[in-house]
């Protein structure tokens, strides 16, 4: 029997994956027997099974694993990434929620996160669409427009040194960012397909790029919604980073942050220190866990999320 070869998923099509080895070799895998799957940058030791082709017998302890997940299923995304990359644009229209749904990811993992405002070209949507995303700036994350079919160069700086990966709605752009990043791109996705059999799905799976020696770059097929069912219920506040400092000062300690009496987040609401965008969609994710009665937003009417 074949020693085990170490090695990185740079490609994965369900069960079946591509993993390059340390002698530059990219293999197609399947993974067998394991519960919980594999994804794109995983450390994994494979198993020969004929020259060209192996099986993943291992894989190796993760530092991040970026998955959404609802009730009935788990979709593993990226791992051992350092940033998450959200890519909007003002055309199509994106989701700030789902927006909020990434940040609390990226927060759960440790990993920092990148906003891209994409298509800035259309200068008028864009503007709008850039006033409502500087709350996040003001939160410390780092915010950023560019046009990827006209020029790339400012994304460049914040992703070297990062394995980071990349995430948005269909329609935002990604697959022009990453044709701008890696020309090739289109070339080795169709080349993958072939190699393991799949079809030309280059919707369908995740691909690792990598950029230089120590930089690169994870595309995953466009998301419209991001499931957070695998965060508890105890951990999703603190995935929103201006209420750490409030988490603990409520009136009761089992306070939901829902509009229990004595609330420390609603408080610092009301004194202008929490963004009351960002406490309602906390509020939308907690009631997806345990939905109070009569439970209303706490936005105004009018106000748009």
């Known amino acids: 029997m074949s020693s085990p070869i170490r090695g990185e998923i740079v490609a994965a099509y369900g069960r079946h994956f591509l993993v390059k080895t340390a002698t530059d070799i990219a293999l197609p895998c399947v993974l067998r027997g394991r519960k919980g799957g594999a994804a794109c940058g995983d450390q994994v030791e494979i198993r020969l ?24 299923r788990d979709k593993l995304i990226a791992a051992n990434v350092t940033q998450l990359v959200i890519v909007v644009a003002a055309v199509p229209s994106f989701s700030e929620e789902l927006i909020n749904r990434c940040l609390v990811a990226a927060e759960n993992q440790h990993i920092d996160a990148l906003i ?8 008028e949507p864009t503007r709008a669409a850039f006033a409502t995303l500087l709350l ?26 990062h394995l980071s ?15 701008a990043l890696i020309p090739a791109a289109e070339r080795a996705t169709a080349e993958i397909s072939t190699t ?3 079809g030309r799905h280059t919707t369908t799976h ?14 995953s097929p466009g998301v419209q919604q991001f499931g957070l069912q695998h965060i508890s219920s105890e951990e999703l506040v603190w995935g929103f980073k201006e209420f750490h400092r409030y988490i603990g000062q409520c009136k009761f300690n089992d306070c939901c942050h829902i509009g229990e009496p004595g609330c420390a987040l609603l408080h610092a609401v009301g004194e202008g220190k929490i963004d ?30």
């Open 165 to 179: 990966a990349l995430v948005g709605q269909s329609g935002m752009g990604k697959s022009t960012l990453i044709n």
């Open 116 to 123: 891209v405002l994409n298509k800035a070209d259309l200068a």
């Open 136 to 161: 996040y700036e003001r939160l410390g994350y780092s915010l950023l427009q560019l046009s990827a079919k006209t020029d790339i160069e400012p994304l460049l700086p914040y992703l070297r040194g």
């Open 276 to 305: 009351p965008r960002r406490l309602d969609f906390y509020r939308k994710l907690i009631m997806s866990w345990r939905p109070p009665p009569g439970a209303t937003s706490i936005l105004k009417p009018n106000a748009q999320p």
């Open 49 to 72: 099974t004929s020259p060209g082709q192996g099986v993943i017998e291992t894989i190796l302890p993760r530092r991040t694993l970026l998955h959404r997940s609802d009730s009935s």
């Open 196 to 198: 393991l059999d799949t």
């Open 206 to 219: 995740a691909r690792l790029y990598q950029l230089d020696e120590t930089s690169g770059i994870i595309d």
